[in-house]
């Protein structure tokens, strides 16, 4: 499985960006499509998941801003970032998890400015 991110980019506070993640190869191992990110110094977080049958799963800090979205017949995810904070900028990844493996996106950068 081969995942590429796309939508990062520089937006001020309270913007919005759209990312986007197309997944290929064997896709039909995919039972799970996150989003993770990463800022310096810190730790991989999970933003939002989303499964098969379309339950979502959020970190409490980006409750009511992000809304992650998934196409299964484009094999795409989406994470729509609305009312963004400086504290959002991170490297943003796509992650698809199978029933025994995962994948992992290239990342794509989100800044934030205040």
């Known amino acids: 499985v081969q995942l590429v991110e796309s939508g990062g980019g520089l937006v001020q506070a309270g913007g919005s960006l759209r990312l986007s993640c197309a997944a290929s190869?064997?896709?039909?191992?995919?039972?799970?499509l996150g989003w993770y990110r990463q800022a310096p110094g810190n730790q991989r977080e999970l933003v939002a998941s989303?499964?098969?049958?379309?339950?979502?799963n959020y970190a409490d800090s980006v409750k009511g801003r992000f809304t992650i979205s998934r196409d299964n017949a484009k094999n795409t995810v989406n994470l729509q970032m609305n009312s963004l904070k400086p504290e959002d900028t991170a490297v943003y990844y796509c992650?698809?998890?199978?029933?025994?493996?995962?994948?992992w996106g290239q990342g794509t950068q989100v800044t934030v400015s205040s």
């Open positions: 190869g064997d896709t039909s191992r995919i039972n799970v």
């Open positions: 992650k698809a998890t199978g029933t025994l493996d995962y994948y």
């Open positions: 989303i499964n098969r049958n379309t339950y979502t």
